[in-house]
């Protein structure tokens, strides 16, 4: 079993000075936790891998394809592969789970 906690997650993250943090992977699935603060850009492009947003705080937009919709506490989006996506609109700090399958390269 792997165990893990949001807020040390967060603290190695802020502390490797990135948006990103990949804290776990293995053969069929990756996850990661994401931040961007309040107005902040996202610069991601699509990925080769489906991936689930899981909206651990914050609020902000989502654009996946052609559809845009509010995200906040408890929202779950999923993101086709090789789907343009980008969080905008960041009006409070957020913070996201991700997880890829299969894992991120």
Do not use: C
């Not at 993250?13 to 990103?20: K, S, T, V």
């Amino acid at each position: 079993m792997k165990e893990f906690r949001l807020d040390e997650l967060e603290a190695e993250r802020a502390a490797n000075d990135g948006a990103y943090l990949q804290f776990l992977r293995e053969r069929n699935m990756s996850a990661g936790l994401y931040a961007l603060d309040a107005g902040a850009q996202d610069p991601q492009t699509p990925h080769a891998q489906d991936e689930i947003y899981f909206v651990v705080s914050g609020r902000a937009s989502i654009t996946v394809g052609l559809e845009t919709t509010q995200v906040a506490r408890g929202s779950v989006v999923y993101v086709p592969a090789g789907v343009v996506h980008r969080f905008h609109h960041v009006v409070e700090d957020l913070r996201v789970l991700v997880v890829f399958s299969p894992p991120e390269s």
